[in-house]
């Protein structure tokens, strides 16, 4: 592990501790647990749609044979024809987190990891000795520093979580660079109208975007993703890869998920997230809680004093909420909550209103 790599501040330069790196590893499915009212975790929904419940089931009679070389290729140009690209930019994912498992095959000498940020990218990089440089975006959280010009490699999420906030597909261009790889984690794009600002649709050899479909069809306990790229790209990427990777009804949602009447719902579920955080962020506002905006994605982060003792009392009230302090460049007056219903977003706030 690179405990002693260094990170950047606009033009300041930290160190990284050994003993924040641990933090990395902590997600919002920690915060949670049974009978907690959940803001903890980003998936919308407890439980995939119907439709795609009886689409999974369908399949289950296929489970005696090995997954399908016809059924993945199905899969890819299913997932190519969503984006406008070919079958051979599309890498099936078991989860987009899988895709940042695979990043280490790319041989970077640095890679420069955009914080505050999803910590699993950094996490993988770490675990596999590739030198690390923090790049740590202060407040409004924008693309306006500077990547070292050594890093060949970088990673950024778009829409950022937890910040909420969607960089323009121009600040992503400008991190270009000859003899560079831009990594995009695009997991929560779908919930964004029109999915403005994504790259997934651009056929670019220097880019890769990473997708989730976990969040959206509330699929987290199937994992499944996919990454868009350069052929040539993604060939380096599944080296040494398993054999089978994906298992069958994995290969089967990735498709249905994928194709025209799916997309269209989760345009649907896109708008009405809008209207949701919008309220939320309203609520919010009227009880004195600071809320960072301009917010795009299904989450908002809240900054609030003293807000591990506020999550902890929110637990014991039977509400969970994701601490913030273990992303870099945020600290424990930092809480991430997702985007809810009505009903239950007047249960945080009533609670909040209370404690604070």
């Known amino acids: 592990m ?17 003993a924040d790196v ?24 407890t439980r995939p749609p119907e439709w795609l419940k009886r689409r999974l089931v369908s399949s289950l009679d296929g489970l005696g044979s090995y997954p399908s070389v ?13 984006h406008g690209r070919s079958p051979e930019e599309v890498l099936l994912l078991s989860g987009g987190a899988e895709g940042f498992a695979m990043l280490p095959r790319l041989e970077p000498s640095l890679a420069a990891l955009i914080h505050p940020s999803f910590t699993e990218p950094e996490w993988m990089l770490r675990e596999a000795g590739v030198p690390i440089v923090r790049v740590i975006l202060g407040h ?4 306006d520093v500077e990547i070292p010009d050594t890093a060949d490699l970088v990673v ?18 400008r991190l270009r660079r000859p003899g560079r790889i831009v ?14 600002e994504s790259l997934a649709g651009e056929s670019l050899r220097d ?40 298992g069958s009804l ?47 994605a299904p989450f908002l982060l809240l900054n609030v004093p003293d807000g591990n003792a506020v999550r902890d009392e929110l637990r014991s009230r039977g509400i969970a909420v994701r601490r913030g302090d273990t992303f870099p460049g945020l600290s424990s007056d930092h809480l991430r909550v997702a985007v809810r219903e009505p009903t239950e977003t007047d249960m945080l706030v009533d609670a909040l209103k209370e404690i604070l």
């Open 2 to 18: 690179n405990d002693g790599c260094a990170g950047v501040v606009g033009s300041v330069v930290v160190k990284t501790e050994a």
């Open 22 to 45: 641990e933090a990395l590893r902590h997600h919002g499915d920690a915060e949670t647990g049974p009978g907690l009212l959940d803001f903890a975790v980003n998936v919308q929904g």
């Open 70 to 82: 016809a059924a993945n290729l199905r899969a890819r140009e299913t997932v190519a024809a969503r």
């Open 140 to 143: 409004p959280y924008r693309l």
């Open 156 to 173: 950024v999420g778009n829409p950022t979580n937890p910040t909420s906030v969607l960089h323009s597909a121009e600040d992503i261009h």
């Open 183 to 196: 990594v995009v984690d695009e997991a929560f794009a779908d919930a964004i109208p029109e999915e403005v």
């Open 207 to 246: 880019v890769v975007v990473l997708r989730s479909l976990t969040k959206t069809w509330a699929l987290a306990g199937l994992r499944c993703g996919y990454a868009l790229g350069h052929p040539d790209v993604l060939a380096r990427l599944r080296r040494g890869r398993a054999h089978w990777p994906l």
């Open 250 to 296: 994995q290969v089967e949602a990735i498709t249905a998920c994928c194709e025209t009447f799916a997309v269209d719902l989760a345009r649907e579920k896109a708008d009405r997230i809008g209207v949701l955080r919008r309220s939320m962020i309203e609520r919010f506002d009227s009880i004195g809680v600071s809320v960072h905006t301009p917010a795009a």
